[in-house]
């Protein structure tokens, strides 16, 4: 069972940037895809940018320019840099990886972008 943990959520005003954190509590390198997803109130959940064990990624059109999803295997972490944050980026926001065949998810963490 794989236990993830996300950080760094927060306010921030339009323009602003946040960095998120996804902890896993297994060696990221053993996942075949890392991804952060988005759910805003009243939303489906939606894929934000994602990460193949090949190191290939993949962004959402609307965050395309403004987010960066990377990993740091050393310390099993997962990241999304998000700059020039719009106040439509309000969310919680998710961590999702695949290991074994199996999908795990984070608790998630808010983020609110004011205008």
């Known amino acids: 069972q794989v236990q993830l943990v996300e950080s760094g959520g927060g306010l921030v005003q339009a323009g602003g940037s946040l960095r998120l954190s996804c902890v896993a509590s297994?060696?990221?390198?053993?996942?075949?895809?890392m991804g952060w997803y988005r759910q805003a109130p009243g939303n489906q959940r939606e894929l934000v940018a994602q990460?193949?064990?090949?190191?290939?990624?993949n962004y959402a059109d609307s965050v395309k320019g403004r987010f960066t999803i990377s990993r740091d295997n050393a310390k099993n972490t997962l990241y999304l840099q998000m700059n020039s944050l719009k106040p439509e980026d309000t969310a919680v926001y998710y961590c999702?990886?695949?290991?074994?065949?199996?999908?795990?998810w984070g608790q998630g963490t808010q983020v609110t972008v004011s205008s």
């Open positions: 999702r990886v695949n290991g074994g065949g199996r999908n795990y």
């Open positions: 297994e060696i990221t390198s053993s996942f075949n895809f």
């Open positions: 990460m193949w064990s090949s190191g290939t990624t």
